[in-house]
């Protein structure tokens, strides 16, 4: 889960003590407007930059809980489950002589999935799920790092980054710039109340 906080900056919040309502008001929906942009940028910064599914990401994934009076400071939240490389993101099953392939970030084209070395590569398979007759189909690896060893090395699920970690990701890129146009934002309005 990541939590992304939109507010004021603290030297401006002191100047506001003795401030009229209606300036109030005027900051509060100023910084829910930008948040409302900044979940807007966020989704659409993923869309364009991950080859994430739809069905992994849509933007009522990212919460946002708006600034009241008292407390000028809007949240949005992103959290959820890490998904599958095969069922999050762009994959090929593996060939002959290739392993199975993804492609997490936009124009960087599918890569090999195998460690360093090369010797172990991820395949596509199915292992049953505990259920007659059903199996789960996934990209897997062999297990390096596992203790346990009778003969063949356990196989794991390979896992693209979170929703959350891609949009912290965004965020991260966005906040400078939106900091400041909120900051130019709250000046304009300070200066048509006051006058």
């Known amino acids: 889960m990541i939590i992304m906080e939109i507010k004021a900056s603290d030297h401006v919040l002191p ?15 100023a910084v829910n407007g930008m948040a409302r942009e900044v979940k807007r940028d966020i989704y659409q910064g993923v869309r364009q930059r991950y080859t994430l599914r739809g069905s992994q990401f ?24 890490t998904p599958s490389l095969r069922k999050g993101f762009s994959a090929r099953k593996n060939s002959g ?15 090999e999935l195998k460690m360093k070395n090369g010797t172990i590569k991820a395949f ?17 690896q062999r297990d390096t790092g596992s203790k346990k ?36 934002r709250i000046w304009a309005l300070a200066e048509s109340v006051m006058g």
């Open 58 to 81: 849509a933007q009522k994934d990212i919460r946002l809980r708006a600034a009241a009076n008292a407390g000028l400071m809007a949240v949005l939240t992103v959290e959820g489950e």
């Open 149 to 184: 060893y009778d003969g063949r090395l356990p196989i794991k699920t390979l896992s693209g980054p979170s929703r959350a970690k891609l949009s912290e990701k965004v965020f991260q890129e966005l906040k400078e710039k939106k900091e400041t146009e909120l900051e130019r």
């Open 15 to 29: 100047m506001l003590e003795g401030a009229p309502k209606k300036l109030k008001n005027g900051l509060k929906q």
């Open 97 to 111: 002589k290739m392993a199975a392939r993804a492609q997490v970030l936009r124009g960087g084209g599918l890569k």
């Open 124 to 140: 596509v398979t199915g292992v049953q799920t505990g259920h007659k007759g059903i199996s789960h189909y996934d990209i897997f």
